[in-house]
C-alpha cells in the first residue's frame, strides 16, 4: 500500500509537470481576472520552492482554507457558481492548487490528466488558428511530463522524451483527421454560448424602459481604445454603436440592414459609395485609433461619431454605425477613423422612428411629430 508522503517525483518529471500546468493556464488569462491568474502563477512557484526545499508544504487545513476561500471570492467576483466563465475559473484554480497535494504518484497522474482537461476549455472561449496551434505544443508538453513519470530511472534525455512525445502526436494525426472528416458532428453537450451581450458587453439589440436599470447596473469591459495623437475633448467622446430606430410601443430595436446589392444599405471599403454617402460632410482632420473589442457574438463595432469604412471587412450602415462582415466572437483590434466635426443633410438625421411602427404612447408621438417639424 502507497504511503502519503513517501512519493518524490524525479526533478526532470517535476519540471515538465509544473511546465505542462503553466502552459495550460497561460492563454486563459485574456478571459479570468488578472488577480487569480496571479495566484496561479504564484501557487506553480510555490510548489517548485517546496520541491527545492525552500518552504515547507502548508498543512491540510491550510490548503482546504485556502480551496475555499479560492471558490467564494471567484463566485463573488462572476456572481454565480456556473457558467462557462466561473466554472472554468474554479477548475483552474482547484486544478493548481492540487499540485500542493501531490503526495502520491496517482496525484501526479491526476494532474496530467487534468491538464489534457484545462488545454479543453481553452476552446471554450478560443478557437483561432493561433490558439489551436499553441494548445497542441502544449499538449506535446503535457505527453512529455506523462512519459517522464512513466520511465523514472530510464536515462533518457529531456531531448528525447520530448521528441517520443511529438512523434506520438504526430501517429495520432491520421486518426484525429479520419475522426474530423467522418465522425458526426453532434452538438455538445457540455456547450456553452460564451458570447453572450448581457453578460460581456451589456449591450443588447432592443431595449425596454425596464432595461435601462439593468444596464446601468453593468459593469463588464467593452472595449479598449488607443488613439494615434491627442485624446479629443470629453464633448466629443460620443461612441456609435447600436441605433435603436424601431419601436413598437414597447420596444426599441435596432434594423438589420442587408448586403444585397440592391437596398445599398452597407458600404465596404473598395465598392462604389452608395446614394445616402452623399448626406454626411466630413469636416477638419481626422481622428485615428485603435479599438481592442471584446467579445460580444454580434457585428456591431463602436467607432467615435462621425465613423468612415477605411478598414477592410468593416462596413458602415446607413445609420452610419460600423459593422464587422463576421460576428465578434472573440477579442479583436480594429483600425479606425472619424471626424468628430461633420455635418449629416435631409432625412438622414430624421429617421429614428419607422414610419410603420405601431406607437401607441401619446407622448412618443408628440415626441415623433415635433422632431419632424
Avoid at 85 to 110: N, P, S, W
Avoid at 169 to 186: G, T, Y
Amino acid at each position: 500500500m502507497e504511503q502519503r508522503h513517501n512519493y518524490q517525483l524525479e526533478r526532470k518529471s517535476l519540471l515538465w509537470l509544473l511546465g505542462a500546468v503553466l502552459m495550460s493556464v497561460a492563454p486563459h488569462a485574456q478571459h479570468i481576472p488578472s488577480w487569480l491568474f496571479v495566484v496561479l502563477l504564484f501557487i506553480i512557484l510555490l510548489r517548485f520552492l517546496i520541491y527545492r526545499g525552500r518552504v515547507n508544504n502548508p498543512p491540510a487545513v491550510v490548503k482546504w482554507s485556502l480551496i475555499l476561500l479560492g471558490v467564494i471570492v471567484i463566485v463573488v467576483h462572476y456572481r454565480t457558481l456556473f457558467g462557462p466563465q466561473a466554472g472554468v475559473a474554479i477548475f483552474l484554480y482547484a486544478y493548481t492548487v492540487k499540485l500542493l497535494e501531490m503526495h502520491r504518484e496517482r496525484d501526479a497522474y491526476l494532474i496530467v490528466i487534468l491538464s489534457y482537461f484545462a488545454v479543453a476549455t481553452q476552446w471554450l472561449f478560443d478557437t483561432s488558428l493561433f490558439t489551436s496551434l499553441y494548445l497542441l505544443l502544449v499538449i506535446v508538453v503535457i505527453t512529455t511530463a506523462l512519459i517522464s513519470l512513466n520511465q523514472r530511472g530510464a536515462g533518457r534525455g529531456a531531448k528525447a522524451i520530448l521528441l517520443l512525445a511529438a512523434r506520438m502526436l504526430m501517429l495520432s494525426m491520421p486518426l484525429l483527421v479520419l475522426l474530423f472528416l467522418f465522425f458526426p458532428r453532434l452538438p455538445p453537450f457540455w456547450g456553452f454560448d460564451t458570447s453572450s451581450q448581457e453578460h460581456i458587453s451589456g449591450l443588447s439589440e432592443s431595449m425596454s424602459p425596464s432595461d435601462v436599470v439593468r444596464l446601468g447596473r453593468s459593469n463588464k469591459l467593452a472595449f479598449r481604445a488607443e488613439f494615434d495623437g491627442d485624446i479629443p475633448a470629453a464633448e466629443k467622446l460620443y461612441w456609435r454603436s447600436l441605433v435603436f430606430e424601431d419601436f413598437d410601443g414597447q420596444t426599441w430595436s435596432i434594423r438589420h440592414y442587408t448586403d444585397n446589392g440592391v437596398q445599398e444599405s452597407i458600404y465596404w471599403k473598395g465598392r462604389a459609395a452608395p446614394w445616402w454617402m452623399a448626406s454626411s460632410q466630413y469636416l477638419g482632420a481626422p481622428t485615428q485609433y485603435e479599438i481592442i473589442l471584446e467579445p460580444t457574438g454580434k457585428q456591431y463595432v463602436p467607432a467615435l461619431d462621425l465613423p468612415k469604412a477605411e478598414s477592410f471587412g468593416v462596413g458602415i450602415t446607413k445609420n452610419f454605425t460600423l459593422v464587422s462582415r463576421e460576428p465578434i466572437k472573440e477579442r479583436r483590434r480594429f483600425k479606425l477613423e472619424s471626424h468628430t466635426r461633420y455635418e449629416l443633410e435631409g432625412q438622414m438625421t430624421r429617421h429614428s422612428i419607422n414610419e410603420n411602427s405601431v406607437i401607441t404612447d401619446m407622448k412618443t408621438r408628440e415626441l415623433a411629430r415635433w422632431r419632424r417639424h
